[in-house]
Nanobody, 119 residues
Framework: QVRLVESGGGLVQAGGSLRLSCATS??????????FGWYRQAPGKQRELVAG???????TYADSVKGRFSISRDNVGNTVYLSMNSLKPEDAAVYYC???????????WGQGTQVTVSS
């Protein structure tokens, strides 16, 4: 079972930046053939996909973060990143990483990393 560990969250002022990391326990072969996504859940809201990156490094973004967030992957270090710029208070949430594949299959959710944006 692949373990996903998120880090990099914190408190930032509106307009600031953060870079989240997702370390996976996946073997290199497993990591390289799977897509991964960053998801977020704000209090009282459903968890939503923020950004996804396919095994071939094609990316997709939620409309609310296009042009501000960038997802990337390191197939050597088996790590997925989310660079967040121009943060807004509405970006505040717990951010999680998980698989992102056409099958829709998801692994177990990790602890996530809290992002707080002050106005």
């Amino acid at each position: 079972q692949v373990r996903l560990v998120e880090s990099g969250g914190g408190l930032v002022q509106a307009g600031g930046s953060l870079r989240l990391s997702c370390a996976t326990s996946a073997s290199p072969s497993t990591f390289s053939i799977n897509g991964f996504g960053w998801y977020r859940q704000a209090p009282g809201k459903q968890r939503e996909l923020v950004a996804g990156i396919s095994a071939g490094s094609s990316t997709t973004y939620a409309d609310s973060v296009k042009g501000r967030f960038s997802i990337s992957r390191d197939n050597v270090g088996n790590t997925v990143y989310l660079s967040m710029n121009s943060l807004k208070p509405e970006d505040a949430a717990v951010y999680y990483c998980n698989f992102y594949n056409p099958s829709g299959w998801l692994g177990p959710w990790g602890q996530g990393t809290q992002v707080t944006v002050s106005s």
